[in-house]
């Protein structure tokens, strides 16, 4: 077990080594100067150039990424050239944010996902299972930023009983984890009414069913742990996709996570700001990923036996 | 010289941006104007203001944008300030200051008893330190640019001085500022946030930290701020000006999308919004009744525009730039943006000195515009390419554009792009028309000047600079070299009337439309004399809330 952590964790260095490049390329490519961004466009060209020489970009692509890297090995990933502010410093205090936001969201996909999709299995081709195959399409379909508002609208405005967006109320995490995880619940359903049928089709269910047990006796003992793992997996899959594709989310109820921080930094060409950024999100898939193998190993035990043999 | 958008424009899609910064409306004379409203303001009270954008900082020295200015100035002041309109007024100097004949010298006397939140009194080396931060490469700072003209700034910047001989501290109450050149835009740049106040001690204390962390003499001190949620101010108790603020304390929440900002206003969770309500919300509030002591509708003083390419073929030709002129339609833009714009004529927008009322410009007229084409050579048309932002309503306008050029048998191609391309490509002489939305020209300040050197004139024709046109013409530029040291202001208003006519004859622009900053607020919030100013935007000094 200590020596699969290990090595993979040994195996994610060059990955994220590979992003630092990558993403110091493409912003070294991009055809907007960060030292006009910041200057200003009423500064002068003497003044964009001075500022230029300040922020070390008038030195070789390869002195810069040498810079950088050997800083931010440290943990120092450097100044965010518009908020002034230590980048991780800025990410650290997102994070939280963004990890509570990701948890509320997943628990949101799980709780009415698996629900939706076991029913739906049960009552294949009933009325029970059209509605929810149907509900579970328009929650794929319906954009979040078009839902968020909707929900603010009525949660928030016309019966006001949870707040308009912001994160300073306990509650108010409710309404931003509705919306994120809405769209995924949709997913989730699907994906537990396929594998559910699978499963009810099975030689030792019909087996548990001949030897008299209930429907629901049957779900809960076979069912549902069988269905456990493709569950968990997409669950490892959704971290890093709430880590940066909740930004709109996060737009519509003010909600300070790391992804709109992004976004504002990639607007402003805030360079230290993007690249920080982009290497704390390579970082949460890749130890996402770690996380899914863990669990899985522990939930399964053909997975453990696997690796240890 | 120039426009501010460019950060914050970055950050999200707001059109231009602005203004010189903002604050307190009425000048430093301690004597309290009543408010429009009638019946005198109360104090107390606190207000919530709602932005989109996150807030960068709050150091005078680096904050450029929209939504930077207004926040500095309830931390900071300067030497000189704005009236209700666009009179400099004095404010921590004790009355304008004194210029030489020559008009190299300014000296300014400070007004006694100006502290700062920590209790310290402001003095002439405090006045010294800031001007010599601002220029300083270390700072960094984006409006260093502007302080240039005075003496020895060029040889600090260059490092073969370690002070700038130009900027003395004759007493602790008088400072004296000595200038290469006469410049009576001097002024107006002691106005800018660049030239607000800060202690020396405080500056050195928080190091790079100062932006969070600022110490002036402003009416409001920075109690928390929570980054990428909100700021709180709380009255300043060391103020200067006795009476003032009114509000015991302003929040300001970063990160609010316009459409929610609209439901809490409406819901009466804050008092004012920082962006301009979103266009569809626009049209129902502005038709009904309820909201009308709730918005506002304020001239920006900017100017957006079709910069033509005055070095490419065929716009090399004066007639084909007058044609483009005859060619665009420029009422129907501003139906497009709902009404939120006038008809522009002429490069200076109409709230700036040095507008010329009586002149008319170029009418809508595509006959004439084929005429001039006819006898330019292209009787036929030709095709060429528009570059615009990306950012809605931009492409939009462009399409508008692409279809009056047609009708007289230009084949326009529309590039939309997005801001930082748009303006590299610009400044670089990349495209031969240019659409300004999104990217309009904003004054710093109020002084015709900003609408030539920084756009027009030959020293900012050069590459990654902001004179899309590439426009160069020597006579014009000495001219405006003269203009800067004429003290006598109506004569020189009238000298930059026959300038700006001399390019509008050239033909270097198509100025399209003047914006307008439209508000909502609570209506229990007022200023004075409205909320919003040409030059401060939002006056957080003079608001007051009703009971």
């Known amino acids: ?48 150039a001075r500022i230029r020489h300040e922020l070390g970009l008038d030195q070789s692509l390869v002195v810069q990424y040498w810079t950088y890297i050997t800083h931010a090995v440290r943990g120092d990933l450097g100044f965010s050239y518009r908020k002034q502010i230590a980048v991780t410093e800025l990410i650290l205090s ?29 009552a294949r081709g009933k009325w029970a299972d059209r509605a929810g195959m149907f509900i579970a399409l328009v929650g794929i379909s319906a954009p979040p930023f078009w839902l968020g508002l909707l929900l603010l609208y009525w ?52 087996t548990a ?37 909740v930004v709109l989310v996060e737009r519509v109820f003010n909600w300070p996570g790391v992804g709109r921080m992004a976004v504002e930094a990639i607007e402003t060409v805030d360079v230290p700001l993007i690249l920080g950024t982009v290497i704390f999100t390579a970082v949460m898939v890749v130890a996402s990923g770690i996380l899914i193998d863990v669990v899985q190993g522990l939930v399964d035990p053909r997975i453990r036996h696997s690796r240890q043999s | 010289m120039s426009k501010k958008a460019v950060l914050s424009l970055f950050i999200v899609i707001t059109t231009a941006l602005a203004a010189c910064g903002g604050g307190p409306t009425p000048s430093a004379a301690p004597a309290a104007t009543q408010p429009a409203t009638g019946g005198g303001p109360e104090k107390g009270g606190e207000i919530i203001i709602v932005y989109k954008d996150d807030l960068a900082t709050l150091d ?73 931060r601002v220029l300083d490469p270390k700072t960094g700072s984006p409006g260093a640019g502007f302080f240039v003209g005075i003496k020895g700034a060029q040889e600090f ?91 015991d304390k302003v929040t300001i929440e970063v990160g609010v999308e316009p459409d929610v900002a609209l439901l809490r206003l409406e819901k009466g969770e804050i008092q004012l919004m920082g962006d301009p309500p979103p266009g569809a919300d626009w049209t129902r509030i502005s038709a009904d009744p309820a909201w009308t002591d709730r918005i506002e509708v304020e001239a920006t003083v900017n100017t957006t525009y079709i910069a033509i390419n005055t070095t490419v073929a065929p716009f090399d030709n004066v007639k084909v730039r007058q044609a483009l002129n005859y060619a665009i339609d420029k009422q129907r833009i501003v139906q497009l943006l709902n009404g939120r714009a006038t008809v522009a004529n002429q490069v200076l927008p109409p709230l700036m000195p040095g507008y010329d009322a009586s002149y008319t410009g170029y009418d809508y007229n595509p006959d004439k515009a084929k005429a001039l084409l006819t006898e330019a050579g292209f009787a036929d048309g030709f095709e060429t390419s528009i570059e615009c932002i990306s950012v809605d309503p931009q492409p939009k306008l462009c399409e508008s554009f692409q279809q009056d050029l047609d009708k ?71 001219r405006s070299k003269e203009l800067l040291s004429m003290t006598d202001r109506e004569g020189r208003m009238a000298a930059y009337k026959d300038l700006f006519k001399t390019l509008m004859d050239d033909a270097v622009w198509v100025p399209v439309i003047n914006g307008q900053y439209t508000v909502a607020h609570s209506d229990k919030l007022h200023g004075q004399p409205t909320l919003t100013h040409p030059e401060h935007l939002f006056s957080y000094e003079t608001m007051w809330l009703s009971k």
């Open chain 1, 1 to 48: 077990m200590w020596t699969f952590l290990a090595r993979r964790i040994v195996q994610t260095l060059p990955v994220l080594l590979g992003v630092s490049i990558i993403t110091f390329v493409l912003i070294y490519l991009l055809p907007a100067d960060p030292a006009r961004m910041y200057a200003g466009p009423s500064a002068t060209v003497e003044t964009v």
């Open chain 1, 94 to 122: 997102r994070m939280p944010y963004t990890l509570a936001l990701t948890l509320a969201g997943i628990f949101v996909e799980l709780l009415i996902g698996l629900p939706v999709g076991i029913a739906s299995a049960v």
């Open chain 1, 155 to 206: 949660f928030g405005f016309r019966l006001p009983i949870l707040p308009l967006g912001g994160a300073d109320e306990a509650t108010s995490i409710v309404l931003p984890a509705l919306t994120a995880g809405l769209g995924g619940a949709a997913w989730y359903a699907r994906m537990m009414r396929s594998s559910t049928l699978d499963i009810l089709s099975t030689d030792y269910v019909r």
């Open chain 1, 209 to 245: 069913r001949a030897k008299g047990r209930s429907l629901f006796g049957v779900v809960v003992r076979h069912v549902l742990p069988n269905a456990l793992n493709p569950i968990i997996t997409m669950a490892g899959m959704d971290i890093p996709w709430f880590i940066g594709g």
């Open chain 2, 60 to 132: 005078p020295a680096i904050g450029y944008d929209w939504t930077n200015w207004p926040a500095i100035k309830l931390v900071f002041d300067g030497l000189l300030d704005y009236d209700s309109g666009t009179t400099i007024q004095p404010r921590i100097a004790e009355a304008l200051p004194e210029v030489s004949a020559d008009g190299l010298t300014y000296t300014f006397k400070l007004r006694q008893g100006v502290k700062f939140s920590n209790g310290r009194e402001l003095n002439a080396d405090d006045i010294v330190y800031t001007m010599t």
């Open chain 2, 157 to 247: 910047i260059d490092g073969s001085a370690t002070s700038v001989e130009g900027i003395q501290a004759v007493d602790p109450s008088t400072v004296q500022f000595t200038l290469t050149a006469p410049d009576v835009t001097f002024l107006n740049k002691m106005a800018l946030n660049f030239a607000f106040i800060v202690p020396k001690e405080e500056v050195e204390k928080a190091g790079e930290n100062f932006g969070h962390a600022p110490v002036g003499t402003g009416p409001f001190v920075l109690k928390e701020w929570k980054a990428g949620q909100f700021l709180t101010f709380d009255r300043n108790p060391n103020y200067f000006f006795e009476g003032r603020p009114f509000l």
């Open chain 2, 408 to 478: 007289v048998g230009i084949k326009l191609t529309i590039n939309t792009l997005a801001a930082p391309n748009v303006i590299d490509d610009a400044g670089n002489g990349k495209t031969p028309l240019v659409w300004s939305g999104g990217l309009a020209w904003t004054q710093d300040y109020p002084d015709p000047d900003d609408f030539y050197s920084p756009i027009l004139g030959c020293d900012s024709n050069v590459a990654g600079g902001w004179n899309w046109s590439r426009y160069c013409n020597e006579t014009v530029h000495a």
